[in-house]
């Protein structure tokens, strides 16, 4: 079977499946963005890789709304996938089965160049005006003006939930986000964790600079892949001081970049971690406080090694696989009591769960962890089976993915 996933940051969320049908025999072609196809390692026989590339970003000053700057530039990306395709035509590489992610544009023309060839869709996330993410923080307002970019966001999803033949989401919550009328061609199948490489080690050490932490020590952690609102990071610097001052010998790791995934972008030179350091000022004592920035993923393991207590925000969001690998991990996690986070943890079965924006519950909820951490044995040995049970990589989720490629790969496209 000859299997083409199609993705901006090839391989996405797609690496371990492209990894399976390689070594099952299958042939995979991939089609990404010219930087992502660039830093991929990894090469093979029966794969085959194109790549195209964007213009440059619009100036600042462009009179142009953003919003339709962003539709503008998801057409052009449908485009290029559109030049993929033709290449692939005239290279007798026309796939079995297409899998897409139409988050960015990419989906957009597929349907029109592949009409007899099955379509599987990546579903991430639905933008809606309520019910998530968007007006969840009253700290940040959203504008009329974010509504009408909502709305066009919704547009490439839409086309492609109509072309699409079947599509799979990560998570239940994020399949209930999309419209009732396309869920029925919509399957929850996670990409899963690899437990076997993110294991509890009693004996875990780590060095950050002038810092040598091990397990068992009274380390709190916290792991986004931007320091930013959407991952409750406002909240969890919020709690620090209350934190640190019920446990005086408490250290704080904190890993995630400056830059914004999600939500309201800061000006150049601006972070989210630049404003709450000010905010907090003397009530912080930074001599307690690590900052990491970006790990490599070795140390970043350790640090959810040796941490005492691992805490975990998020608006009803897209579900971070930091999450799931912490728990892998055997991490104590404290947890925002909001979705998907309560479709994997039950409060004190294994994990706990806080009101997102009740900064003092959360301190309160770290600090007692800390004080009893020689005696929640059992919630972490549960945490962790959590994810062995339900979102394993090799033994539960890759072959529900696979069996979900041969049965997408057998449907028959309905003529739209």
């Known amino acids: 079977m000859r299997i083409c996933f199609i993705h901006q940051n090839l391989p996405g969320q797609y690496r371990h499946l492209i990894d399976a049908l390689l070594k099952r025999g299958d042939e995979v072609v991939g089609i990404g963005e010219q930087a992502a196809v660039a830093r991929l390692t990894f090469r093979h026989p029966k794969l085959h890789l194109l790549s195209y590339r964007m213009p440059e970003e619009p100036a600042a000053d462009n009179p142009v709304p953003a919003h339709l700057r962003e539709l503008d530039r998801q057409v052009h990306r449908g485009q290029m996938v559109v030049r993929a395709l033709h290449l692939l035509k005239q290279k007798n590489l026309v796939p079995d089965l297409v899998v897409v992610h139409p988050g960015w544009g990419e989906a957009m023309f597929v349907r029109a160049e592949l009409p007899a060839v099955p379509?599987?869709?990546?579903?991430?996330?639905?933008?809606?005006?309520?019910g998530s993410d968007f007006g969840?923080?009253?700290?940040?307002?959203?504008?009329?003006?974010?509504?009408?970019?909502?709305?066009?966001?919704?547009?490439?999803?839409?086309?492609?939930?109509?072309?699409?033949?079947a599509g799979v989401c990560p998570t239940q919550w994020q399949r209930a986000q999309f419209p009732a009328e396309f869920q029925p061609k919509l399957s929850v199948v996670h990409e899963g964790v690899d437990t076997d490489a993110l294991v509890p080690d009693a004996s875990a050490e780590l060095v950050l600079g002038d810092w040598t932490l091990r397990a068992g020590d009274p380390i709190v952690t916290y792991v986004a892949r931007n320091l930013e609102p959407y991952r409750g990071f406002h909240i969890f610097m919020r709690c620090l001081p209350e934190l640190l001052a019920k446990v005086p010998e408490a250290r704080v790791v904190i890993v995630g970049g400056d830059e914004v995934s999600y939500g309201v972008r800061l000006p150049p030179g601006d972070s989210y971690r630049a404003r709450l350091l000010k905010e907090l000022g003397d009530r912080l004592d930074t001599t307690r406080v690590r900052f990491t920035g970006k790990l490599p993923y070795d140390q970043y393991a350790r640090v959810l090694q040796v941490s005492a207590v691992h805490a975990y925000l998020t608006y009803p969001f897209v579900l971070s696989w930091s999450l799931l690998e912490a728990m892998s991990s055997g991490c104590a996690v404290v947890a925002s009591r909001t979705a998907p986070v309560e479709e994997v943890i039950v409060d004190g079965e294994n994990g706990w769960l806080t009101d997102f924006f009740d900064a003092p519950a959360l301190a309160a909820k770290l600090a007692e962890v800390l004080a009893r951490r020689g005696e929640v044995g059992a919630v972490r040995a549960a945490a962790r089976e959590t994810v062995v049970q339900r979102y394993d990589l090799k033994r539960v989720c890759l072959p529900a993915g696979l069996a979900l490629l041969d049965r997408a790969a057998g449907l028959t496209p309905v003529p739209r």
């Not at 700290?139 to 699409?164: G, I, N, T, V």
Request: glycine fraction near 2%; aromatic fraction near 16%; charge should be negative.
């Open 119 to 130: 379509m599987l869709g990546y579903c991430e996330f639905f933008y809606k005006a309520s």
């Open 136 to 165: 969840f923080d009253p700290e940040f307002p959203s504008a009329a003006a974010a509504l009408h970019r909502l709305q066009l966001r919704r547009m490439p999803h839409l086309q492609a939930l109509y072309d699409m033949d």
